[in-house]
């Protein structure tokens, strides 16, 4: 049973168009290029991606103590750095203290991965850098990201230096830019991919990341390519993706999506209905890039993701205007890929259309170390192989093993704690960086999901789960761990339980993206008055979970079930 009915298929829920006001949305193209607010001021008076010779020749120099505010509160992103939180700050100080009240003197630093794809040789410099740098710290995050912290100013330099020896970068890791291109983990070795999308991942990096003209774009920028069947990147939830199709009279190219994002006005992309051709991606990319340069609203950086412009233009307007002022010609139009067959986090092993095999391994909510990713380069090249890609979902693939290894090398990351047969709660479950490190977190994530995974496992161990269940934890509203597109999705907050105000999170049930379980992606529902303190995740999802498989209908997934569940069920 899929989720194409539309009695259980949850209403996309719009970012709103801006209000009609007097006052400009500061469009570059329509309303002049002045600036608007004071992130718009600075960006303009010196952009971002200058401040690198400052960090390498003053301020690793003079240390924390000489930065000037600007750079660290703004520019210092253009190059993956970020001042992480300040230790021993509760969340609800969160929202009432200023950004300098709120930090460290240390930073997280991003090391850049477009299309997930590593070498041995590139994870071990990471793993160096975590063991040297970064007090043994490295996140898998959601967006093929490798998360460091604990980094000095001091030693930026140095790590860039490491990193780039490497084929590595942290440019435009962070800030107002074309963050990494998520791309198939899977490229060029799937034996079901329709395209290998490497080539125009290469193209667009290699053309437009460190591109001065798209440095100062309203505010990031999120893109997603996919050859794979699956639709394994996450399409629905970036700025600009291209999903691979068959044209019946043009062969292999791609669907142009457009406006999708989550945070607090979450809205799923749309698609243009055109057909891309793979040597036009990278063209198409630039122009949607630049549509969200020169008509992007700039005025509040609140309403500053294309995702609001999308839904003042509407789908055919866009596309025209891409097509009239950017490409210079007409897109042909193009048929919607089919929904998924297979399960797009590539968890488990799997044969490669040369014979040999990739094997997809979670970590507990993409939380490794600096000691474990080298373990996992000495495993890796032990067993045959030099590269492995890194997920959407936190999780890793390993590449080219030799089937007479696939056993030897599932033992050997199971030992790293890294499952290729994961339990099927620890296979869906994810989360963001949390109160311990970030500045807008309100509520702890790593340790409270992993001992609800933990805890889960055990509970759960007798019961007969119909599909993964996605259990996304996120610290705060802004949804790192895209909470409304999960079964249950955990938004951090303060709440009251039992009369008391607590750290825990709002519940979000029945979201998802395309997968082989629905037709169409569709945002979760909230039942009012629905929230769970942050040390009884393991207590709610046991409960909710019993209760679904207790009332499930045949082939019914949880998602279905959550939407026409009585709120009382979902308690």
Same mark, same amino acid.
């Given at each position: 049973?899929?989720?194409?009915?539309?009695?259980?298929?949850?209403?996309?829920?719009?970012?709103?168009?801006?209000?009609?006001? !007097?006052?400009?949305?500061?469009?570059?193209?329509?309303?002049?290029?002045?600036?608007?607010?004071?992130?718009?001021?600075?960006?303009?008076?010196?952009?971002?991606? !200058?401040?690198?010779?400052?960090?390498?020749?003053?301020?690793?120099?003079?240390?924390?103590?000489?930065?000037?505010?600007?750079? /660290?509160?703004?520019?210092?992103?253009?190059?993956?750095?970020?001042?992480?939180?300040?230790?021993?700050?509760?969340?609800?100080?969160?929202?009432?203290?200023?950004?300098?009240?709120?930090?460290?003197?240390?930073?997280?630093?991003?090391?850049?991965?477009? +299309?997930?794809?590593?070498?041995?040789?590139? #994870?071990?410099?990471?793993?160096?850098?975590?063991?040297?740098?970064?007090?043994?710290?490295?996140?898998?995050?959601?967006?093929?990201?490798?998360?460091?912290?604990?980094?000095?100013?001091?030693?930026?330099?140095?790590?860039?230096?490491?990193?780039?020896?490497?084929?590595?970068?942290?440019?435009?890791?962070?800030?107002?830019?074309?963050?990494?291109?998520? +791309?198939?983990?899977?490229?060029?070795?799937?034996?079901?991919?329709?395209?290998?999308?490497?080539? &125009?991942?290469?193209?667009?990096?290699?053309? @437009?990341?460190?591109?001065?003209?798209?440095?100062?774009?309203?505010?990031?920028?999120?893109?997603?390519?996919?050859?794979?069947?699956?639709?394994?990147?996450?399409?629905?939830?970036?700025?600009?993706?291209?999903?691979?199709?068959?044209?019946?009279?043009?062969?292999?190219?791609?669907?142009?999506?457009?406006?999708?994002?989550?945070?607090?006005?979450?809205?799923?992309?749309?698609?243009?209905?055109?057909?891309?051709?793979?040597?036009?991606?990278?063209?198409?990319?630039?122009?949607?890039?630049?549509?969200?340069?020169?008509?992007?609203?700039?005025? #509040?950086?609140?309403?500053?993701?294309?995702?609001?412009? *999308?839904?003042?233009? +509407?789908?055919?307007?866009?596309?025209?205007?891409?097509?009239?002022?950017? #490409?210079?010609?007409?897109?042909?139009?193009?048929?919607?890929?089919?929904?998924?067959?297979?399960?797009?986090?590539?968890?488990?092993?799997?044969?490669?259309?040369?014979?040999?095999?990739?094997?997809?391994?979670?970590?507990?909510?993409?939380?490794?170390? +600096?000691?474990?990713?080298?373990?996992?380069?000495? %495993?890796?090249?032990?067993?045959?192989? !030099?590269?492995?890609?890194?997920?959407?979902?936190?999780? #890793?693939?390993?590449?080219?093993?030799?089937?007479?290894?696939?056993? !030897?090398?599932?033992?050997? /990351?199971?030992?790293?704690? /890294?499952?290729?047969?994961?339990?099927?709660?620890?296979?869906?479950?994810?989360?963001?960086?949390?109160?311990?490190?970030?500045?807008?977190?309100?509520?702890?994530?790593?340790?409270?999901?992993?001992?609800?995974?933990?805890?889960?496992?055990?509970?759960?161990?007798?019961?007969? %789960?119909?599909?993964?269940?996605?259990?996304?934890?996120?610290?705060?509203?802004?949804?790192?761990?895209?909470?409304?597109?999960?079964?249950?999705?955990?938004?951090? &907050?303060?709440?009251?339980?039992?009369?008391?105000?607590?750290?825990?999170?709002?519940?979000?049930?029945?979201?998802? *993206?395309?997968?082989?379980?629905?037709?169409?992606?569709? /945002?979760?529902?909230?039942?009012?008055?629905?929230?769970?303190?942050?040390?009884?995740?393991?207590?709610?999802?046991?409960?909710?979970?019993?209760?679904?498989?207790?009332?499930?209908?045949?082939?019914?997934? @949880?998602?279905?079930?959550?939407?026409?569940?009585?709120?009382?069920?979902?308690?």
């Amino acid at each position: 049973m899929t989720l194409s009915n539309a009695e259980t298929r949850p209403a996309r829920v719009a970012a709103r168009p801006p209000r009609a006001s !007097s006052k400009p949305n500061g469009q570059w193209k329509i309303d002049g290029t002045a600036p608007l607010n004071a992130n718009e001021e600075w960006k303009q008076q010196d952009g971002g991606l !200058s401040v690198r010779e400052r960090i390498e020749n003053i301020y690793a120099e003079g240390g924390f103590a000489s930065i000037d505010p600007t750079d /660290l509160h703004g520019r210092f992103r253009w190059w993956g750095l970020y001042t992480q939180r300040k230790p021993g700050i509760d969340g609800g100080r969160t929202a009432t203290l200023e950004p300098h009240e709120l930090e460290d003197e240390y930073f997280m630093l991003r090391v850049r991965i477009d +299309g997930g794809q590593l070498s041995t040789e590139q #994870l071990r410099v990471i793993a160096g850098i975590s063991t040297e740098f970064g007090r043994d710290t490295a996140d898998l995050t959601d967006r093929q990201n490798i998360q460091l912290h604990w980094i000095r100013v001091e030693d930026v330099p140095e790590i860039w230096r490491r990193l780039e020896a490497v084929g590595l970068q942290t440019t435009e890791a962070c800030g107002d830019v074309p963050r990494v291109v998520l +791309g198939s983990p899977v490229a060029g070795i799937a034996a079901d991919e329709l395209i290998d999308p490497t080539p &125009q991942i290469d193209e667009i990096t290699s053309r @437009f990341i460190g591109d001065e003209s798209l440095a100062n774009l309203p505010r990031k920028f999120k893109s997603a390519l996919t050859g794979h069947p699956s639709q394994d990147v996450v399409h629905e939830i970036n700025d600009v993706a291209f999903v691979a199709v068959d044209h019946p009279e043009l062969g292999i190219g791609y669907d142009l999506w457009v406006g999708g994002g989550l945070s607090v006005a979450p809205r799923l992309a749309e698609r243009l209905g055109v057909f891309v051709r793979p040597d036009q991606v990278a063209d198409a990319w630039h122009g949607v890039a630049q549509i969200f340069r020169d008509y992007g609203f700039r005025r #509040l950086r609140n309403r500053a993701r294309l995702k609001f412009l *999308l839904a003042e233009w +509407g789908a055919e307007k866009f596309r025209q205007v891409l097509q009239d002022e950017y #490409l210079g010609y007409e897109l042909p139009d193009g048929p919607a890929a089919p929904a998924p067959l297979t399960a797009g986090d590539h968890v488990g092993v799997h044969r490669q259309k040369d014979g040999r095999f990739y094997i997809g391994a979670t970590p507990i909510v993409g939380r490794v170390s +600096g000691p474990t990713l080298a373990k996992l380069a000495d %495993l890796i090249e032990a067993h045959g192989s !030099s590269r492995l890609r890194l997920t959407p979902h936190q999780k #890793l693939v390993v590449l080219d093993v030799p089937e007479d290894q696939v056993e !030897s090398l599932v033992a050997g /990351l199971d030992e790293l704690g /890294l499952q290729a047969r994961p339990s099927l709660i620890r296979r869906g479950t994810i989360a963001c960086t949390g109160i311990e490190f970030c500045k807008l977190a309100i509520v702890e994530t790593k340790a409270y999901a992993t001992a609800a995974v933990l805890e889960l496992e055990e509970r759960l161990a007798g019961y007969d %789960l119909p599909h993964p269940i996605a259990l996304h934890v996120n610290g705060c509203p802004n949804s790192c761990a895209r909470i409304q597109t999960a079964d249950i999705g955990l938004k951090g &907050q303060l709440v009251t339980i039992d009369g008391e105000q607590v750290p825990g999170y709002q519940v979000h049930l029945g979201g998802g *993206l395309a997968s082989q379980d629905r037709d169409d992606p569709g /945002l979760g529902r909230t039942v009012r008055g629905l929230k769970v303190a942050a040390d009884g995740i393991a207590d709610y999802v046991d409960r909710v979970v019993k209760r679904f498989l207790d009332d499930r209908a045949a082939d019914e997934t @949880f998602a279905q079930w959550a939407h026409r569940a009585d709120e009382e069920a979902l308690q």
